[in-house]
């Protein structure tokens, strides 16, 4: 599976965190974008709005909430990106769709701890290699 088959899949797990998918009307709600990517309304500072990619770094947890489903015991698909390929992908769509920013979760891959270091090195990739300086979101693991 290559990198954009990936991220597909991934964008589409990350459905299952609803934060900032529901609003009053269709433009507050999140939709699908090219090549099926889930996209989400964002207000922007000054006025007006743009979208966010949102996105999980690995459907694969080894965590076993109840509720979650994906959660360890869970039949579903499982996959990941490295933080080069979620950096490198995240740039090709900002600079294609005009994202204004990335919004990161992921499954606990191994522990918290090595999770988020993964997402702290996407969003350093992001900053310092590609030298983005627009939104970054990594949910706290």
Request: net charge positive; with cysteine.
């Amino acid at each position: 599976m290559d990198t954009r088959e990936k991220l597909a899949k991934l964008a589409d797990a990350s459905q299952y965190d609803l934060s900032c998918a529901c609003g009053t009307d269709k433009d507050d709600r999140r939709h699908r974008g090219k090549e099926g990517l889930w996209l989400y309304p964002v207000s922007l500072p000054r006025g007006g709005k743009s979208i966010m990619l949102k996105t999980l770094m690995s459907s694969a947890c080894v965590n076993d909430c109840k509720y979650c489903p994906l959660r360890a015991d869970a039949n579903a698909e499982r996959c990941g990106l490295e933080p080069t390929e979620i950096a490198k992908a995240f740039i090709e769509y900002q600079r294609s769709l005009h994202l204004h920013g990335l919004f990161l979760s992921s499954g606990v891959v191994r522990n918290p701890d090595h999770t988020m270091d993964r997402m702290i090195e996407t969003a350093q990739l992001l900053r310092r290699k590609y030298a983005y300086r627009g939104y970054i979101h990594l949910k706290v693991i």
